[in-house]
T-cell receptor, first 113, second 112 residues
Framework: DVKVTQSSRYLVKRTGEKVFLECVQDMDHENMFWYRQDPGLGLRLIYFSYDVKMKEKGDIPEGYSVSREKKERFSLILESASTNQTSMYLC????????????FGQGTRLTVV | GENVEQHPSTLSVQEGDSAVIKCTYSDSASNYFPWYKQELGKRPQLIIDIRSNVGEKKDQRIAVTLNKTAKHFSLHITETQPEDSAVYFCAAKWAGSYQLTFGKGTKLSVIP
């Protein structure tokens, strides 16, 4: 079974803090993604990575950055957390560019106070 | 970029009835259309997908249909059961891209 694991289930951070969300997959997938899930807005793509050290902006990259130093790990960074970044964050991975299943992590609910 | 519209946003059905969720996409180059189910507090999981060279696909009580000309695809659930209650997301991916574009989701409630 593919396993995508996010480091925290719940996080509470203060405005202005630098926040790291970590995601690890164990299936040697090339592609990894960070989505944000908000009620009524569905899943919106923040950033993705198609290979180690490679990254591409998604639909809502403002206020975020990412890092992929190793194939299995993809980090989402909030440089200076703001209250409007309070949300559920979902990591996903898939084998490659082909039309195959994306596997999701369990999500991190981030609250910025 | 791709845009995916999903309707309805909420749907309530009696147990045993059928449920239909519809999505439209904007990019005619899209060729892959998966559906994900997210139960309360859990991660989204793929339940069925369809590729653009196929018009319909079935898996037990669920089916997906695709109309490429009209650029829409639908999820059909027959004989609904309480465990079908969840949020369902449609998605589209255009040929050569890495990422999926998701609809906003449909909250399905099956009333016993």
């Amino acid at each position: 079974d593919v396993k995508v694991t996010q480091s925290s289930r719940y996080l509470v951070k203060r405005t202005g803090e630098k926040v790291f969300l970590e995601c690890v997959q164990d299936m040697d997938h090339e592609n990894m993604f960070w989505y944000r899930q908000d009620p009524g807005l569905g899943l919106r793509l923040i950033y993705f990575s198609y290979d180690v050290k490679m990254k591409e902006k998604g639909d809502i990259p403002e206020g975020y950055s990412v890092s992929r130093e190793k194939k299995e790990r993809f980090s989402l960074i909030l440089e200076s957390a703001s209250t409007n970044q309070t949300s559920m964050y979902l990591c996903a991975s898939k084998w490659d560019r082909a039309n195959t299943e994306a596997f999701f992590g369990q999500g991190t609910r981030l609250t910025v106070v | 970029g791709e845009n995916v519209e999903q309707h309805p946003s909420t749907l309530s059905v009696q147990e045993g009835d059928s449920a239909v969720i519809k999505c439209t996409y904007s990019d005619s180059a899209s060729n892959y259309f998966p559906w994900y189910k997210q139960e309360l507090g859990k991660r989204p999981q793929l339940i069925i997908d369809i590729r653009s060279n196929v018009g319909e696909k079935k898996d037990q009580r669920i089916a997906v249909t695709l109309n490429k000309t009209a650029k829409h695809f639908s999820l059909h659930i027959t004989e609904t059961q309480p465990e079908d209650s969840a949020v369902y997301f449609c998605a589209a991916k255009w040929a050569g891209s890495y990422q999926l574009t998701f609809g906003k989701g449909t909250k399905l409630s099956v009333i016993p």
